[in-house]
């Protein structure tokens, strides 16, 4: 009969997020991994302080996750580690809109690995929202229309508008099987069975409701901690509060495909106007 490894793990809101003390993660057992995976799978994100993590270690933690991405733009730590990106917050590396990692992806990431290497002395928190909850405090009537539609991603924000892909607005998680919102801010750019002004209407509201304070964690960094995210029920934001160096190191774990109910409708194309309709206006 097999147990569950019990770990120092303290909650960091209501809404999700955990904070667990004592497991090395340079050194973890596979009875270790498997209790921080089902942390994550819990609280759908992880943060571990005081960690003594290389770059060799961070890319073997990834690794037992699942496939790691190369990333096509963010800029690399050195030839020997492509997995492991770098953002720097002086040379333009801050998140500070509200997303959820390469959704414009057709394989978008499963779980993000971040190491703090460098933070301010104050500021440059992150916070988090839970897509599961903003889903399911939705009314019934949107919900309904929503598990109806697809959204396109692109890739736009970072020169490459040609890169998108089409996911469902509600995926279904592939391990609990709990529905998520999935459309953000910085990548969806419309909901293609709707009419333009439509979609756009709709994603801002959505935005705006998935941004409220309930559905959120808040993490103060400290030098060497790490946090581990479920890109597929989440979305973050860097706030970007600060004037003092800070650098981190990722590594992002690709896995399945977005799923949830097909769409309902076609994509929305206008109507074409008879001859007559022209003529008479």
């Known amino acids: 009969m097999s147990t569950t490894l019990a770990l120092d793990a303290r909650p ?5 997020g955990v904070e667990i003390r004592g497991l090395d993660l340079e050194h973890h057992t ?5 209790a921080l995976h089902a942390a994550l799978i819990e609280h759908h994100v992880v943060f571990l302080p005081d960690q003594q993590l290389s770059p060799d270690g961070h890319v073997t ?3 037992r996750f699942g496939e790691i991405e190369i990333h096509p733009f963010i800029p690399k730590l050195d030839d020997e580690h492509p997995e492991v990106v770098v953002l720097d917050g002086d040379q333009g590396g801050r998140a500070d809109v509200w997303h959820t990692d390469v959704t414009w992806s057709d394989h978008p990431p499963i779980a993000s690995i971040l190491h703090m290497v460098t933070c301010p002395a104050r500021g440059g928190d992150t916070m988090f929202s839970n897509q599961h ?6 009314s019934a009537p949107m919900r309904e229309l929503l598990d109806g539609c697809t959204a396109v991603h692109t890739a736009e924000v970072f020169g490459a508008p040609e890169k998108t892909a089409e996911h469902p607005v509600v995926r279904t998680h592939p391990v609990t099987g709990r529905r998520s919102l999935y459309v953000n801010r910085q990548f969806t750019s419309q909901i293609p069975q709707l009419r333009r002004a439509e979609s756009d209407a ?3 509201h959505l935005y705006s409701f998935s941004e409220q304070p309930q559905f959120q964690c808040r993490y103060r960094w400290e030098p060497g901690g790490v946090g581990i995210w479920d890109n597929r029920c989440t979305q973050h934001h860097a706030v970007n509060d600060y004037d003092e160096p800070r650098l981190i190191q990722r590594v992002t774990v690709l896995g399945d495909d977005p799923q949830g109910d097909p769409p309902r409708w076609e994509h929305y194309e206008p109507r074409r106007m008879s001859a007559a309709e022209r003529y008479y206006g």
């Open 61 to 63: 933690l990834a690794r």
């Open 133 to 138: 909850l903003v889903y399911e405090s939705l």
């Open 202 to 204: 709709l994603l801002e």
């Open 12 to 16: 960091v809101s209501g809404a999700l």
């Open 30 to 34: 596979d009875a270790e991994f498997d």
